[in-house]
């Protein structure tokens, strides 16, 4: 077969060619067209270890073992990959100077219109997204994602979309089209005003605005975690983007607000703006991560112009774990929930978890009639393994060669064994190392993959000091070996890379809103291993279970232990090495499955017209 049609190589991946960077404001994400900026070059390590630069690849310290590196040298490839390397694909190798994810890409494009095929909405309406992410140039987590990709799909539709988030000093402003300061205006902060500039641009197709305070406020390297008190900037952004629809005079028909950061927005609105001039806009907020409630004191809402005592009642904005306490305090997430006129989580079996459990279920189940569980979708333009910019070959359900190459490509890159007939599957693990995503799993499942014969790379960072250096433990003891690759860094285009070179993909989640690593791991052929929880048993359905063999797409465990998750190891190394011709068509149909955000748009369209103002 002739692999040749299926291959695009960007010109620099050769070893030791001259490769660029990504840019990276915050060392936790990479732009997808910034592909040019800051040159880095990487620090060999004598003996054959090579441990990259920190910028680069922190921790990441492997070995070469002399029976891999020739094994690596002297592989040939089989049939008509031969070809495709004589015609012009340079395998990589952990001695490149530079890592094989650092070269020069060509530009990905997704401002071009996308929504031919797309059926247009009639009753169109006006969204303004206000919300502390935008994937990519401002994306720490999943909400980055979900923000560019449902206004994305919104746009398909028909409908106006704007984007509102804070004008961090790390985002890389070359990386938003037609940057342009818009207008100067004054926002309230503790007895004075301070002036903000309004910025107009476009960032994967989708209108941002971006508020730049004159103050302290979103400054920093990181878009998280600077010198200023980060809740008292997000209060200050959530009242200056209303002071900027008051003063520009722009009336939308939903403002769509997201997690605790602009919770206080609803209550700014409905207690302030709404008497002046916004009376057209509805609000709608998405909680993300329950996890996280945005406490605050009194005194500190009083700061942005509101009574903050009149919100401490159970029927407000009180945190119902601080009553009776002194002093008691209020949970903007709360309050964004009894304010807006609709709630939406990211998945069905969220929304039942959390009315189920957590302090803030008292105030779900009052607000019950107006709360509603909406999955996730993806980006299937960004995440799309048939034009990925960042892949050595391209490929689809019906053509699934090239992840064949991907694989191999990856593997070569890593430093990692080949097998001639193809045994040693491929686990990836992406994800925040934070305690929610199963850490324990995930250390379990590096020694148990190799156990059974097979592969894992991980790759996360962690906000946390104490399991920063427990991972760094783990890369210094699995990166000298042959199997595991623990990476503790964030790269767009290596997780692109992963995606399409896993045979698997493990979410072991203690808990999990939504989840999107396993939707766009099955977009890439790499079948799920997850723990049912969440929007993981919204999107993920057993092999094993008779009862429903016609969406059956990966492999589930329920309990939080070990062994646990070897059971659903073993089943899926099983599957893999004894049944491949089985595999290669759930690999098929895994990618087949409709998780786009087109689908998922539709019911955000059906929630904003419930509401809105005709």
Same mark, same amino acid.
């Given at each position: ?59 990441? @310290? ?114 938003? @089209? ?437």
């Amino acid at each position: 077969m002739d692999f040749t049609s299926c291959l695009s190589f960007p010109s620099s991946i050769a070893p030791n060619g001259n490769h660029s960077s990504s840019y990276n404001c915050s060392s936790s994400f990479n732009h997808r067209s910034c592909y040019n900026n800051i040159s880095s070059k990487a620090n060999l390590l004598k003996k054959q270890s090579y441990v990259f630069s920190k910028y680069q690849l922190r921790n990441f @310290n492997i070995q070469l073992v002399p029976r891999i590196e020739a094994q690596l040298k002297a592989e040939q490839l089989e049939g008509s990959e031969a070809g495709c390397e004589s015609d012009g694909l340079r395998w990589p190798s952990p001695s490149d100077e530079i890592p094989f994810w650092k070269g020069d890409f060509p530009s990905w494009d997704l401002s071009s219109d996308a929504s031919s095929g797309v059926e247009q909405d009639s009753d169109l309406l006006h969204i303004v997204h206000v919300t502390a992410e935008m994937a990519p140039i401002a994306k720490v987590g999943g909400l980055g994602d979900v923000v560019t990709g449902l206004g994305r799909a919104c746009l398909n539709r028909g409908h106006k979309v704007d984007v509102m988030i804070p004008f961090y000093e790390c985002i890389p402003k070359h990386c938003i @089209n037609e940057l342009a300061l818009m207008r100067t205006y004054n926002s309230y902060h503790d007895g004075n005003w301070v002036a903000c500039n309004a910025y107009r641009g476009e960032v994967s197709g989708v209108p941002v605005i971006l508020i730049e305070p004159s103050n302290h406020f979103f400054k920093g390297k990181n878009i998280y975690g600077g010198s200023y008190n980060e809740l008292d900037a997000y209060l200050f952004f959530s009242r200056a983007c209303l002071e900027w629809m008051q003063v520009n005079g722009t009336q939308p028909d939903i403002i769509h607000v997201h997690e605790w950061q602009t919770g206080a927005l609803p209550l700014f609105y409905w207690d302030m703006y709404h008497f002046l001039s916004l009376q057209k806009p509805r609000i709608v907020l998405t909680i993300h991560n329950m996890e996280h409630y945005g406490e605050c004191r009194q005194e500190q809402l009083s700061k942005f112009g509101l009574d903050g005592s009149a919100y401490a009642t159970e029927d407000k904005a009180v945190d119902d774990r601080t009553v009776g306490h002194n002093p008691e305090r209020l949970s903007l997430l709360k309050g964004g929930i009894v304010y807006s006129n609709a709630i939406v989580t990211v998945s069905p079996t969220y929304l039942k978890e959390t009315l189920c459990s957590g302090w803030l279920s008292g105030a779900l189940m009052r607000n019950r009639d107006k709360y509603s569980g909406i999955l996730n979708g993806i980006d299937t333009e960004m995440w799309n393994p048939a034009t990925d910019i960042y892949l050595p070959a391209k490929f689809d359900a019906g053509k699934t060669e090239g992840k064949r190459i991907c694989k191999k490509f990856v593997q070569k890159g890593l430093g990692l064994p080949i097998s001639v007939a193809d045994q040693k599957p491929l686990v990836v693990c992406i994800t925040r190392l934070v305690a929610q995503k199963g850490l324990h799993l995930i250390t379990h499942a590096i020694k148990h993959v190799e156990e059974l014969g097979g592969q894992m790379v991980v790759l996360g960072r962690a906000s946390d000091d104490r399991v920063e250096r427990e991972f760094e433990g783990l890369a210094e003891l699995h990166n000298k070996g042959s199997n595991i690759r623990i990476l503790l860094m964030y790269s767009e285009e290596l997780s692109h890379m992963l995606y399409a070179a896993a045979d698997m993909v493990l979410v072991p989640s203690m808990y999990e809103p939504c989840g999107l690593a396993q939707m766009i791991g099955m977009r890439y052929g790499a079948v799920p291993i997850v723990r049912k929880t969440g929007g993981l048993a919204d999107t993920v359905f057993d092999m094993d279970n008779q009862s429903h063999t016609e969406i059956a797409n990966g492999f589930v465990f329920e309990g939080i232990d070990e062994g646990s998750l070897n059971c659903a190891l073993g089943r899926a190394f099983s599957y893999y090495q004894e049944k491949p011709n089985e595999w290669k068509a759930v690999v098929q149909k895994v990618m087949r499955i409709d998780n786009s955000w087109n689908n998922t748009a539709g019911k955000y369209i059906d929630i904003y017209n419930s509401v809105r103002v005709r």
